[in-house]
């Protein structure tokens, strides 16, 4: 499986401000994803990010509200704009992976508390 | 209903004893089934995947799938408390995306 990284791993971060966090992966990868754990609930696919176009946004999720970079295959970033206390959650970037190509592997995740 | 579902628990078993997690998932032309171990403060890692009808053993860990009942199980044998975390089921849906379930918080005791 590919090695991700992700930073920051944590912030607090004020209301109204935004936050870039970056994902890079050890190898390249052609699907991208961004995910969003909220304190005790599941995961929520926000974004599958895209080289060298937009980013597909799922239901409930907006370009404005969470810009995505995706430069090239095996770097991107999330950008959190604006945020607000129910913004607080852990944002993960995965890739797809496996000897069957369909396998999400998770970065360590970002960790954000908005005050 | 939920695409993917999961008792939230928490799950007490004994340490030795077998845990027996389980998930339903509603999309029938679902074709890929995984689970996730996600321990408290870090990120899911998987476990381990199924695609077939059947178990698929490995190590300590069986992946049990009746795609007729749409129904996925996880069986942790010689429980550890090691192993007490939160276990994710995801399905691979038709749609090409993996749902996942809200997790069931297992809690070995010794």
């Known amino acids: 499986s590919a090695v991700i990284s992700q930073k920051p791993s944590r912030d607090i971060c004020q209301r109204g401000t935004s936050l870039t966090i970056q994902c890079q992966v050890d190898s390249q990868v052609t699907m991208m994803f961004w995910y969003r754990q909220q304190p005790g609930q599941s995961l929520t696919l926000i974004a599958t990010a895209n080289q060298g176009s937009e980013a597909t946004y799922e239901s409930g999720f907006v370009i404005d509200k969470f810009p995505i970079s995706r430069p090239n295959l095996t770097f991107s970033t999330l950008t959190v704009s604006n945020m607000s206390p129910e913004d607080s959650s852990i944002y993960l970037c995965?890739?797809?992976?496996?000897?069957?190509?369909?396998?999400?592997?998770f970065g360590e995740g970002s960790w954000l508390t908005v005050v | 209903q939920k695409e993917v579902e999961q008792n939230s628990g928490p799950l007490s078993v004994p340490e030795g004893a077998i845990a027996s997690l389980n998930c339903t998932y509603s999309d029938r032309g679902s074709q890929s089934f995984f689970w996730y171990r996600q321990y408290s403060g870090k990120s899911p890692e998987l476990i381990m995947f199924i695609y077939s009808n059947g178990d698929k053993e490995d190590g300590r860990f069986t992946a049990q799938l009746n795609k007729a009942s749409q129904y996925v199980s996880l069986l942790i044998r010689d429980s550890q408390p090691s192993d007490s975390a939160t276990y994710l089921c995801?399905?691979?849906?038709?749609?090409?995306?993996?749902?996942f379930g809200s997790g069931t918080r297992l809690s070995i005791r010794p």
């Open positions: 995965s890739v797809v992976g496996g000897s069957s190509g369909n396998t999400i592997y």
């Open positions: 995801a399905v691979g849906s038709s749609a090409s995306k993996i749902i």
